[in-house]
């Protein structure tokens, strides 16, 4: 165990001392999608894949990924932008730009507020993707012989990613068989913190929360511009229950919409400046209340290590995909330490050097590729995917390249385990 703690150290101060090195903020402007964070629509932009080993071949996968794009998760991010624009036009406090928004919102809020919650077309296209691409990379798992599993949580958005990226994957695969099933006893792995009562593990956590600063509150400060871009009069808000609220929607509104709608429907509601500051204050939330939520997530981790036991021990061909949550994805990164995003800064500001929601959008998803030699026995390698493109562990020494022993980081793992 002492060596792995010195691995970790070591990759984290060296994180530590290169994490100010490229400006986060930068990166966001440059890509709004980035700016919406976990609701923003999955990209794809991974880099060409890294060949295999030297006589080495891919041999089982083991997949987590996050159901596709939704509507709104809450069906109250519709309706309380709806109660404010229609108190605000009934009082007659709409400026020509709130005007315009509320005109532009009432024709689009139905269907969406119908629909809370469900998987979006998107979100279906974005599953099947994923799978074709899967297949294309890495043809050698997905063998007639192989053994396929397919489990989701019990979320219905869930339940159709799993359905939407299976049969896209026995289409570029047709002789596969894979087995599928939504269990409520699988959300002790696809949704830990969600378990059953009578399942539900706890562990020991050693998350600290960042120093607050300025980064809480930021945002705040554009809320009196926005305002009065639409409205010439505020009071009504005090009496519908405060502006807080209203500022959280629509700001929720503006990440996810582009999940199923492609026209404009802010207009010049919020600046680009204005939307980055957004963002970082919400990435700051969701670490408070995603990241520190690491340590959950050990039976998920627990359940990699026992299936990939099983698959190499099999010898055979197969994969084993797992359909969930961000709020899943944003726990587990941090747990493995991907590019040493397990370090916990100490201010607040620091967060988000080492922690992106943007890394979890929607259809988000990890992949453990597993290679074993072509002749004969050997050690079992892997490498990592999040999101299709290949990261780091910065607590394991690698071989070569993007590629790990499997048994260095299952030593890491019941370490981990172990101590939590």
């Known amino acids: 165990m002492r060596r792995f703690l010195i691995l970790i150290l070591a990759a984290c101060a060296s994180v530590a001392a290169s994490g100010q090195i490229y400006n986060v903020r930068d990166i966001v402007s440059a ?13 794809y932009d991974a880099a060409p894949l890294t060949p295999s080993p030297k006589g080495y071949v891919p041999f089982y996968i083991s997949h987590y990924g996050r159901h596709g794009s939704r509507y ?35 024709a689009f809020y139905r269907e969406p507020l119908i629909n809370t919650g469900d998987l979006t077309e998107l979100g279906y296209r974005q599953h ?23 489990r989701s949580s019990t979320s219905p958005r869930a339940i159709a990613s799993m359905a939407s990226f299976c049969t896209s994957l026995q289409k570029s695969a047709p002789k596969v068989d894979i087995s599928m099933n939504s269990l409520h006893t699988n959300m002790t792995v696809m949704n830990p913190t969600e378990a059953p009562d009578e399942l539900l593990q706890k562990y020991r956590s050693d998350f600290k929360v960042p120093a607050p600063d300025n980064t809480t509150t930021v945002a705040s400060r554009h809320q009196d511009d926005i305002l009065d871009r639409l409205f010439s009069d505020r009071a009504f808000l005090e009496e519908i229950g405060g502006r807080n609220k209203f500022f959280h929607e629509l700001f929720m509104l503006w990440s996810g919409y582009h999940n199923y709608y492609y026209g404009d429907l802010f207009g010049n509601v919020f600046t680009e400046a204005e939307l980055v500051d957004f963002w970082e204050a919400e990435n700051y939330r969701l670490y408070l209340s ?42 587990l990164i941090p747990l493995l330490n991907i590019n040493g995003g397990g370090f916990q800064p100490d201010k607040a500001a620091e967060v ?10 929607k ?3 990890l992949q453990f590729v597993f290679y074993k030699p072509k002749k004969g ?6 490498k990592l995917l999040m999101n299709e493109s290949e990261v780091t562990l910065p607590q394991l020494q690698a071989k070569e390249g993007p590629y790990y022993r499997w048994a260095d980081f299952a030593a890491w793992a019941e370490d981990v385990i172990a101590s939590h």
């Open 377 to 382: 026995e050997g050690e079992i390698l892997f």
């Open 363 to 365: 259809a988000a998803n």
């Open 352 to 361: 988000k050097y080492y922690f992106q929601n943007f890394n979890c959008p």
């Open 290 to 331: 995603h990241s520190s939520d690491r340590f959950q997530m050990i039976p998920l981790l627990k359940d990699i290590i026992e299936y990939a036991g099983s698959a190499i021990a099999g010898g055979g061909s197969g994969a084993d995909f797992r359909f969930g949550h961000d709020t899943v994805l944003n726990a």
């Open 31 to 43: 890509d709004m999608n980035k700016a919406a964070g976990c609701e923003g629509p999955y990209r």
């Open 128 to 150: 099947a993707a994923i799978a074709a691409a899967m297949v294309a990379h890495f043809p050698e798992v997905f063998t007639p012989q192989g053994t396929f599993l397919a």
């Open 72 to 106: 709104a998760w809450n069906d109250g991010t519709y309706t309380t932008i709806k109660r404010v624009l229609e108190a605000a036009a009934k009082s007659g406090s709409l400026t020509e730009e709130g005007k315009a928004f509320h005109d532009r919102y009432m």
